[in-house]
C-alpha cells in the first residue's frame, strides 16, 4: 500500500512509529504536512497539490490533525475521501471529535456515562449554573482547550463564579461539570483500533495537580478495564462515528464516566505503559479496509 500521514511533524513519536510500523510491514510511507497542502476543486477532478506536484496512488491515509489547525486538516482529509483515499479516521468524525460540545451531546444521546455537564452562553447567573452541578467543587473547560490547557477546578462557589465572569469577560466559551472526587486526580485511557480495545493504561496526576495529562507531568500504567469500562469506551468509539480513539475516562461510585473521545490519540504513552504495538495494530487497521 501506498499510505499518507498526515503530520506537521515526522519526528513526532506517534508519527515515527506508525512510519516504522509500516516500513516493517512493506508498505510505501510519505509523511505529509496537511498544512503545505493546496487544495484544488474542478468538476469531479479533486486534486491535492504539495511542494511542487499532486497527491496520487495513495490507498490510505492516516491523519495526526493537530487541534489548532482542525479546520484546514479536516478539508485535507475531505479532499482524500473525494479522491477515493481510505482514510483511517474519517473527515465528519474528526470536526465532531473537535467539538466538545457536541461530543458530549451525542454521548448522552447515545446513553454513555457522563459527569452531569452544564454549558451556557456567558451565563449572566453563575450561582444557578453552580447549583445545577451540584455546587463546588466543580471543573470548569474552555471549550477550545486541549492537553489540559483551560481546565480550572473551583473549589468554592466564590471562585467558581470568579472564574465564570472572568472567562467571560474574555469572551471565552466555558463547560461545567461535577468534580469526581473519589476518582483521586487520575483517569483511564483506553484505545480502541476498529472496534477492540488494544491496550489500556491508567493516568495519575502529580501531586496536588487533579488534571492526569501526561503532557503536564502525570504518569501511566497499565490497567485491565473491567467489562462495564470496555463496554462503555467502545459504545463511546461507536457514538463518535470513530475507527481509531483514545477514549478517556473516570472511574467514579456509579461506574466509568467518559470525559473526551480523542481523535487523534498520542502513541507515546500507551505504548511504553503497555507495552503494546499499537502502531501496528493501527497499520493492520489499514490493511484489512483497504
Same mark, same amino acid.
Given at each position: 500500500m501506498k499510505i499518507a500521514i498526515l503530520s506537521r511533524n515526522s519526528n513526532l513519536y506517534s508519527t515515527s512509529r506508525l512510519v516504522e510500523a509500516a516500513e516493517k510491514r512493506k508498505h510505501e510511507v510519505h509523511v505529509i504536512d496537511h498544512t503545505k497542502c493546496s487544495i484544488e476543486l474542478e468538476k469531479k477532478k479533486p486534486k491535492l497539490y504539495y511542494?511542487?506536484?499532486?497527491?496520487?496512488? @495513495?490507498?490510505?491515509? +492516516?491523519?495526526? =490533525?493537530?487541534?489548532s489547525v482542525t479546520f484546514f486538516g479536516t478539508a485535507v482529509v475531505r479532499q482524500f475521501e473525494m479522491m477515493k483515499v481510505f482514510t483511517a479516521t474519517e473527515s465528519q468524525a474528526l470536526m465532531r471529535s473537535r467539538d466538545k460540545l457536541r461530543s458530549l451531546q451525542l454521548l448522552a444521546r447515545a446513553g454513555v456515562g457522563l459527569p452531569k455537564t452544564v454549558f451556557t452562553n456567558y451565563t449572566k447567573d453563575p450561582e444557578h449554573l453552580i447549583e445545577t452541578i451540584g455546587g463546588?467543587?466543580?471543573?470548569?473547560?474552555?471549550?477550545?482547550?486541549?492537553?489540559?490547557?483551560g481546565v480550572v477546578l473551583a473549589e468554592t462557589k466564590n471562585?467558581?463564579? &470568579?472564574? =465564570? *465572569?472572568? @472567562?467571560?469577560?474574555?469572551?471565552?466559551?466555558?463547560?461545567?461539570?461535577?468534580? +469526581?472526587?473519589?476518582?483521586?486526580?487520575?483517569? +483511564?485511557?483506553? @484505545?480502541?483500533?476498529?472496534?477492540? =480495545?488494544?491496550?489500556?493504561?491508567?493516568?495519575q496526576g502529580k501531586e496536588?495537580? @487533579?488534571?492526569?495529562?501526561?503532557?503536564?507531568?502525570? &504518569?501511566a500504567s497499565i490497567i485491565e478495564l473491567s467489562e462495564e469500562e470496555e463496554y462503555t469506551a467502545l459504545k463511546a468509539t461507536k457514538a463518535m462515528g470513530l475507527a481509531i480513539a483514545g477514549v478517556d475516562m473516570l472511574q467514579? &461510585?456509579?461506574?466509568?464516566?467518559?470525559?473526551e473521545v480523542?481523535? &487523534?490519540?498520542?502513541?507515546?504513552? +500507551? *505504548?511504553s505503559a503497555t507495552q503494546k504495538d499499537i502502531a501496528k495494530e493501527i497499520i493492520r487497521y489499514l490493511e484489512l479496509n483497504v
Open positions: 511542494k511542487g506536484s499532486y497527491l496520487e496512488g @495513495f490507498d490510505a491515509v +492516516i491523519p495526526r =490533525i493537530g487541534a463546588a467543587p466543580l471543573v470548569l473547560k474552555l471549550l477550545e482547550g486541549t492537553q489540559g490547557l471562585a467558581a463564579t &470568579s472564574v =465564570i *465572569e472572568a @472567562f467571560n469577560g474574555l469572551g471565552a466559551r466555558v463547560i461545567a461539570q461535577e468534580f +469526581i472526587k473519589e476518582a483521586g486526580g487520575a483517569d +483511564i485511557r483506553a @484505545f480502541v483500533v476498529d472496534g477492540k =480495545i488494544v491496550g489500556a493504561m491508567k493516568r496536588g495537580e @487533579f488534571r492526569s495529562n501526561l503532557h503536564r507531568g502525570g &504518569s467514579s &461510585s456509579t461506574g466509568p464516566l467518559v470525559l480523542n481523535s &487523534s490519540p498520542g502513541l507515546e504513552g +500507551i *505504548e
